[in-house]
């Protein structure tokens, strides 16, 4: 079965620190995919990143980065120098990649980030 | 181009009625999902449309909860005879394909309160 943690439930940190939001995932699938969501206050999930299982390069973009280790199932976020606008709850979250997957994904229960000024 | 819209926004109901939630995908897109965000479980998958057709009813919690989708496009989600653990958030996806490679974009969503 397909599993997706993340241990953190709540984080709070003061503007302009760095943050790591956890993930570590289950899946017995070979291919597989793991993205990141943010859901802000107003309640929209809005996409932030896809990963496949063959890629294991770590991405930047902007202040956001996120490393993806398949040794320890882990595909961990970190945002540099956080601002007020960043305070959201962001999601972990999976689906298979073989034949027949639909696409469905698994979610993680969520961290609920707040950024203090 | 326009995302993916849902209405109503809000809905309250008493229970034992029956609503229904309405989900307009991104053009184009072939792949529907209908998700739930309620406070203890969590964001779950409840079914995929692949244009009307729906091959992963898996997540639908019982027979209460069915669903549709028309003409490739518009999707509706019926609860019949609502229950008060049946409030939640229901969120509407759509992607270009109905794959794991393929983002799914996600709509406002429509909060349902059952009293």
């Known amino acids: 079965a397909q599993k997706v943690t993340q241990a953190q439930t709540e984080i709070s940190v003061v503007e302009k620190e760095d943050v790591t939001l956890d993930c570590v995932y289950e899946?017995?699938?070979?291919?597989?995919?793991l993205f990141w969501y943010k859901q802000p206050p107003s309640g929209e999930l809005v996409f932030l990143i896809r990963r496949n299982s063959f890629d294991e390069q770590n991405e930047i973009s902007g202040r956001y980065s996120w490393n993806f280790q398949k040794s320890t199932s882990s595909f961990n976020f970190t945002i540099t120098a956080s601002q007020v606008v960043d305070s959201a709850v962001y999601f972990c979250?999976?689906?298979?990649?073989?034949?027949?997957?639909?696409?469905?994904?698994?979610f993680g229960q969520g961290t609920t980030l707040q950024v203090k000024p | 181009g326009a995302g993916v819209s849902q209405s109503p926004s809000n809905k309250v109901t008493e229970k034992g009625k029956d609503v229904e939630l309405r989900c307009d995908p991104i053009s184009g897109h072939t792949a529907l999902y209908w998700y739930r965000q309620s406070l203890g479980q969590g964001l779950e998958f409840l079914i995929y449309f692949q244009g009307n057709s729906a091959p992963d009813k898996s997540g639908l919690p019982s027979d209460r909860f069915s669903a549709e989708r028309t003409g490739g496009s518009v999707s509706t989600l019926t609860i019949q005879r609502t229950q008060q653990e049946d409030s939640a958030v229901y969120l509407c996806?759509?992607?270009?394909?109905?794959?794991?490679?393929?983002?799914?974009?996600f709509g406002p969503g429509t909060r349902l309160t059952v009293l």
């Open positions: 899946t017995r699938d070979t291919t597989y995919y």
């Open positions: 996806a759509s992607s270009p394909d109905g794959a794991g490679a393929v983002t799914q974009y």
């Open positions: 979250a999976l689906t298979g990649g073989i034949a027949g997957n639909t696409g469905k994904l698994i």
